[in-house]
């Protein structure tokens, strides 16, 4: 059977769970409750869930290791599993998009994203799926370092409920139909809400 898998980033631990930073956790761990899949320990430095969807097994993948270092984790089951870049799809937070706004592609550069960057220096190409998810500028002065790491505002919080369903369904999309036909479904969307937090 075909092996699909579906990489969240974001950093490890209880402190960080509901930073913007770990959008790429909260929608795998979404898909996990969709799909009544439970996530386990793997190698020491991943927590993977697994099951059968569309004709696949689908690993959900979460880095057990800092955000920076979320190559290393990506790359091990890569090579374990023998998996084609077209089978990897990386989840992950984007400070180029507004909050409540998902894009998939194909490929391409790291945005500044340092667990993006990561993950192309260690499998040594840019050449696959991502699915990029809103979560908008710093307001003012305010640091994007320190804006990642803090938790959604209320108004926010309403949107990206909303979001992270709709990234869920884009993922889907994507193993039910194909990368292309599924950023045709999603590319087009609009924000979830209007978007009124700051």
């Known amino acids: 059977m075909e092996i699909k898998l579906v990489v969240g980033l974001g950093n490890p631990g209880q402190r960080y769970e509901q930073n913007r930073h770990n959008v790429g956790f909260q929608v795998v761990d979404l898909l996990a409750r969709r799909w009544q899949s439970i996530f386990t320990p793997w190698k020491g430095k991943s927590f993977v869930a697994s099951c059968v969807r569309q004709g696949f097994k689908v690993i959900l993948l979460k880095p057990q290791v800092f955000m920076n270092l979320s190559g290393e984790s990506v790359s091990t089951l890569v090579r374990f599993y023998r998996l084609e870049l077209n089978n990897l799809l990386l989840v992950y937070d984007d400070l180029d998009l507004p909050t409540g706004v998902i894009r998939l592609r194909p490929g391409g550069g790291a945005g500044g994203h340092k667990g993006v960057k990561s993950v192309i220096a260690a499998l040594g190409s840019q050449q696959f799926p991502r699915l990029r998810v809103g979560i908008g500028r710093p307001p003012g002065?305010?640091?994007?370092?320190?804006?990642?790491?803090?938790?959604?505002?209320?108004?926010e919080e309403e949107i990206m409920g909303v979001t992270r369903e709709l990234a869920a369904d884009a993922v889907e999309s994507w193993l039910r139909e194909g990368l292309e036909q599924a950023m045709n479904n999603f590319n087009a969307q609009p924000a979830s809400l209007p978007n009124e937090a700051t």
């Not at 994007?144 to 209320?154: D, E, G, I």
């Open 141 to 155: 002065r305010l640091e994007p370092a320190a804006y990642v790491l803090q938790n959604f505002s209320r108004a």
